[in-house]
């Protein structure tokens, strides 16, 4: 009932928004329509291929309020009927600026995202600028996380307050519910700050309180050094303990912290060409502790070549050691056909059980871009997938892009 009934509001919003769009003749409409195929294995090695019709809808000046309107979502079937995939709503929104003096509002489906923490919800936001820096936002709607149909006790509010202060350090503090099926789910408090010494140093941190469990269960800090120009300097320190709603048999369980330290160093090599070296020491409550060694390049397009190397080590005493190694390489073969090649061996991992404590993953592929011109463009991928839990398998993926 969910996947289905979040695409008829995503068709009965658009109809409604064309509607008006047949009465205005001086809005703007702009977007995306994809559509895509696609083949695989599952895991009883039944072979799916799943069609996806993509539309991502942009208007603007719509109404003699000049509102405007942001969708986008999917409509997905099986063409084997082996397996329902899902057909989804993204977002589905009318937007307004300055409806009242300094304030804007958005209503319909939409991303919030705080500190405190984040959702798709169906419902209004309220966005005010006050005189200075000073920035709050409320919003409150269905939380589409919970919905099982349309459930006007699936519920979710919040405000957030933002602002400038202390010589240009931004603070902003944040306050969230959720309620699934008429019970209070979550209730958890934000803080972020940021501040650029001098344009120099860059320091940041977020902090999330689970107010529920009475427990910090977010925090990030960090410091980024970058003066020069030709490279930079970053450390972090993440923690982090699950949220589990109220609602949920998950919250009477006990769960274990994770900690994490983080350095990074990065080299500008050349005009378009960056080298990097990464540092990650994790930390576990009942594991062993692991260390983690990434070091690459990357080449961004400039003329006719992109692609990017990256070797990986992992260090675990549990024996999830790990080494392997990411390359990818792109080409501008023509105008208008651009292809690639790329392969991962033994960067990825799946951890399942005692007996199998070296799962890794591999995988090949080689993928392609045909652009007919500006508006129109054909993308296709063939990949080659192995691990030890899946033993390899194919799979492949067509989509046409229409822009307009």
């Known amino acids: 009932m969910r996947k289905r009934s979040g695409v008829w509001v995503f068709v009965a919003v658009l109809l409604l928004t064309l509607g008006q769009i047949a ?38 000046e719509l109404g003699s309020q000049e509102w405007s309107f942001r969708g986008y979502g999917r409509i997905a079937e099986d063409l084997f009927g082996e397996e329902e995939v899902d057909s989804r709503l993204y977002y589905a929104y009318l937007e307004k600026k300055a409806l009242w003096d300094k304030l804007n509002v958005r209503l319909g489906r939409q991303f919030v995202s705080t500190t405190a923490g984040a959702s798709i919800m169906d419902g209004v936001t309220l966005n005010y600028h006050a005189p200075g820096s000073l920035e709050m936002t409320l919003f409150g709607g269905g939380d589409v996380a919970y919905y099982e149909g349309y459930n006007a006790e699936d519920l979710i509010g ?38 650029d010494w001098r344009e120099t140093l860059h320091l940041y941190s977020e902090t999330q309180f689970d107010y529920l469990s009475n427990t910090v269960s977010y925090a990030l800090a960090g410091a980024r050094y970058h003066k020069a120009q030709d490279w930079s300097v970053r450390a ?13 048999i998950y919250s009477v369980f006990a769960v274990d912290e994770y900690q994490e330290l983080f350095f990074e160093t990065e080299k500008r090599l050349a005009y378009g060409l960056r080298g990097f070296i990464n540092y990650t020491r994790e930390l576990y409550e009942t594991g062993a502790d692991a260390d983690v060694v990434e070091a690459g390049i990357e080449k961004v397009r400039n003329k006719r070549f992109s692609g990017y190397f990256s070797t990986t080590w992992r260090n675990d005493p549990d024996g999830q050691d790990l080494t392997g190694f990411k390359i990818y390489s792109a ?22 059980d005692d007996d199998e404590d070296e799962t890794t993953s591999s995988r090949a592929w080689v993928d392609s871009t045909y652009r007919f011109n500006r508006k129109f463009d054909l993308q296709a991928k063939l990949e080659r997938v192995e691990s ?17």
């Open 331 to 352: 080409a501008q073969v023509t105008p208008k056909l651009q292809l690639g090649v790329g392969v991962n061996v033994d960067v990825l991992e799946r951890y399942l």
């Open 23 to 60: 009465q205005v003749q001086a809005a703007t409409v702009f977007g995306r329509a994809s559509t895509e195929i696609e083949w695989y294995d599952n895991a009883d090695e039944e072979t799916l291929v799943p069609m996806y019709q993509y539309l991502l809808l942009n208007v603007n």
């Open 388 to 404: 030890d839990l899946w033993d390899e398998y194919l799979r492949g993926r067509v989509r046409l892009n229409v822009r307009f």
């Open 236 to 248: 972090e320190y993440l923690y982090s303990l699950p949220v589990f709603s109220s609602t949920s």
């Open 158 to 195: 919040g405000v957030e307050i933002s602002g400038t202060c202390f010589d240009d350090v931004n603070l902003g503090l944040s306050y969230l519910q959720k309620w699934d099926d008429g019970a209070l789910a979550n209730e958890l408090f934000g803080f972020d700050a940021d501040y």
